[in-house]
């Protein structure tokens, strides 16, 4: 056996390519790489590659037919998204780690949560800032484009092959969001019960966001989003209220979640409905037209309504069974209650009475000694 001296550490090499060492610097490892890809601008040989990853790509010309301006550079989808794509889901998981450690982890220092709170914390954190941003966003997209402005207007003009800079920027911020949510679990150090509920919502919101912007029925998407992404980022800025001990505001918030995430799937369903099932119908074509990107056909709208019904009610479901948990844990609480306090009653009775007897014990036993007293000093005076 070896004994090492009093006083001395032993110093421990963490291997660069360690789990310990990448979860811990992974930002910097991150931002690193995207640097690198910046710097390549500034290079005659690396710039044209390094402008394929940054700058967004497949910018078209528009007739002068459209209502488009002119002056307006327009965009479709192409092969060289998924470029654009790594380069910006690195900087999403760059952001992620700057937030999480300039802010949350401060947060979570002065709360002193459990670790399970402390994950919520991080989550809702984090969801709550996206959800609010891209809710923002997408609405003064909707209205800056004027791409609502009345139901008729998210079918008329398809298929919507031609998406501004900033329309076509926010679905790729959206892929790139959810698609870094993948390797922050890993990053982040997620408990295993923990994953599976998340990696299914990752990839509900990633595939959805995916297939609207490659089959063209961005507008609809958008719109979905914009009410969907509303609704829940009142649910997690309650939901942090509450780890907050904001208790007031934390109910008030999810009593407003509660009416509003009813009337969201309601209305996504009905959008939905009436766009894939009475709008598009009438300039639906036979067979899809990969040139023209027109993916108008029966089979694909009623798949697509399909599964948003699906999502719909896959949500509903989830809110639905988790009230009803609520409200048996309630019961079970105000259960078990109720004979504590019985309990505690008859326990109260018990111990006045012990005391009286206990009381009364002790005074019947002074008298007793007085009556002795007094005995021993009468006998003491006869003797005298």
């Known amino acids: 056996m070896t004994y090492m001296k009093p006083g001395k550490k032993k110093n421990k ?18 931002s690193f790489i995207a640097m690198i890809i910046v710097l390549g601008l500034m290079f005659q040989f690396t710039a044209p590659i390094a402008k394929l990853f940054i700058i967004i790509q497949h910018n078209a010309t528009v007739n ?20 654009a794509v790594i380069f910006y889901t690195l900087i999403a998981i760059v952001i992620h780690a700057v937030i999480q450690e300039y802010i949350l982890d401060k947060v979570n220092r002065k709360l002193h ?31 800056r484009e ?49 994953m599976p509920s998340r990696v299914t919502y990752y990839s509900i919101y990633l595939v959805c966001i995916l297939g609207a912007y490659l089959l063209h029925f961005n507008r609809l998407a958008i719109v979905l989003l914009v009410v969907h992404y509303f609704v829940e980022s009142i649910y997690h800025a309650s ?29 996504s369903v009905a ?18 037209a990969w040139r023209e990107g027109n993916f108008n056909t029966r089979l694909v709208r009623v798949n697509c309504l399909m599964l948003l019904c699906l999502l719909q009610g896959y949500l509903m479901w989830n809110f639905i069974t988790f009230h009803i948990k609520r409200i048996r844990e309630y019961i079970s609480q105000r259960a078990s209650r109720s004979p504590r ?23 019947a036993a002074t008298n007793e000694l007085t009556e002795v007293d007094r005995d021993l000093h009468e006998q003491r005076k006869k003797r005298a």
């Open 239 to 267: 939901r942090l209220f509450y780890f907050f001990g904001k208790t007031d505001v934390a109910k008030a918030g999810f009593l407003v979640w509660d009416v509003l995430f009813v009337l969201v799937r309601v209305l």
């Open 13 to 30: 090499n963490v291997s660069y390519f360690s789990n310990e060492y990448i979860i811990t610097n992974h930002g910097d490892i991150v």
């Open 113 to 143: 949560l459990s670790k399970t709170k402390h994950s919520k914390v991080n989550e809702s954190g984090h969801l709550a800032l996206f959800y609010i941003i891209s809710a923002v966003w997408g609405a003064n997209i909707i209205y």
């Open 341 to 363: 306090k019985q309990q505690k009653k008859l326990g109260g009775g018990k111990s006045k009475a012990d005391g009286e007897q206990q009381q009364d014990g002790g005074g």
């Open 146 to 194: 004027r791409l609502f402005v009345s139901v008729p207007s998210l079918w008329e003009g398809y298929p919507h092959m031609y998406m501004s800079f900033w329309f076509k920027f926010y679905f790729i911020c959206q892929i790139c969001y959810w698609l870094h949510c993948f390797p922050e679990l890993y990053f982040q150090r997620i408990k295993k019960d923990e």
């Open 64 to 83: 002068a037919t459209t209502e488009v301006d002119k002056d307006t550079p327009m965009y479709t989808t192409g092969r060289r998204d998924l470029l």
């Open 271 to 288: 959008l939905a409905f009436i766009t894939f099932m009475l709008g598009l119908e009438r300039s639906a074509v036979d067979s899809v």
